[in-house]
């Protein structure tokens, strides 16, 4: 092979490993945004004060009544015994022997599950809360869970956005590496035509080529996505509890077709655009 050809290959295979790359990152930045938003909601707390004159008996059912909705992630009892201890501790001094009684009265502190945490599902929850026997109040941050919600369908329609318009990108950059490593072919392609050769006989080599040069630039772009992925929780430890394996394997799996399946799809039809031009076009 000689060297201007090696180099035209080498140019079209970092070019294919770079657009990779970026959408690669996007995508690994859109899962992990979506893994914070059930992160956020799933640990913001509802809190279910109960009466006081509730029988200690009567407790774990309405626990397993919460439960039986399929809206709580976790539950928690609080008793006020415990929730003077945590406040005191909180505020560093023992404010019962001040007051002279115990002014807090026991609560469930409740992790929704994330698709109950929309507005419409969370009026529903505080409905079905404030109904059940022996809850005196329901107290959750509506503005919280509203703001986190819009925040998160803002951040969600700005990555999808950015993902379409990268893919847009990556399909023009792509395709222009390809025609531009062919174009430098296109009297061999004509000539070949010429002396009587079947297109599929000129298309299948350059074919192959584009299946070898996608297939390198993914393994590229997938071994530093993988560096950079082993490599953030050394800087931020708590990022790897986002990490989803299944949908970076499936990200991963999209990269190689979208590698392929561009550098295929421009090298075929570049290939069939010189076959069908003539040899005086061609200059």
Known sequence: MKPKKKHSYLSAILSISMVLLMLGLLGVLLIQSSKLSTYIRENMVVQVFLNESLAKEEIPLIQQKIMSEDIARDIKFVSKEQAAAEFSQE?????????????????????LKANATSIEELNKAEAFLKQLPGVSEVAFQ??????????????????????????????????????????????????MQLVGATNWFIIKPFVWSSIKNGFLGWVISLAILLSLLNALPYWIPEIEQLYDGPLYFGLFAALLILGIGMSVMSSWTSTNRYLNTKIEDLY
């Open 91 to 111: 505020i560093g001094q023992d404010f019962i022997s001040f007051l002279g009684f115990n002014p807090l009265i026991p609560s469930f502190q409740i992790k």
């Open 142 to 191: 509506k503005s919280v869970f509203e703001q986190a919600s819009s925040n998160m369908k803002s951040i969600g329609m700005v990555l999808v956005s950015l993902s379409l318009l990268f893919a847009l990108i990556s399909a023009v950059l792509i395709n222009n590496t390809v025609r531009l490593n062919l174009y430098a072919q296109r009297f061999a392609i004509k000539s």
